[in-house]
């Protein structure tokens, strides 16, 4: 069966087909179920960061040419490698007392 393909016109993304979206949301199914189970809370955080956040998190200095990076309007932007920036940005989105 196939569960789904590549193409250069999205250059590491998958096209999933009808059987892969079907385990595809299986899987997150259960991810959702254990993220229930164990207390978690689930976020949603951009795909896209202007490039100042990798640099301040020090990501930039080791992930950067690796990156999918865009100009926009003369500054630079990057797809988000990994989650912490953006979940840094989370937590510093208001005043906490413990």
């Not at 193409?7 to 059987?19: A, I, K, Q, T």
């Not at 991810?31 to 229930?36: P, S, T």
């Not at 955080?45 to 950067?64: D, R």
Request: charged letters at 25%; a negative charge; one cysteine or more.
């Amino acid at each position: 069966q196939e569960l789904f393909f590549f193409d250069e016109v999205s250059p590491g993304s998958s096209f999933f087909l009808p059987h892969g979206t079907r385990i595809y949301n299986k899987l997150m199914n259960m991810i959702k179920a254990e993220y229930f189970e164990r207390d978690y809370d689930e976020v949603i955080t951009p795909n896209i960061f202007n490039l100042k956040l990798w640099e301040t998190s020090g990501h930039a200095a080791k992930y950067k040419e690796n990156m999918f990076l865009l100009d926009v309007e003369g500054q630079e932007f990057g797809l988000k490698p990994m989650n912490c920036p953006a979940h840094c940005m989370l937590f510093k989105h208001r005043k906490r007392s413990y």
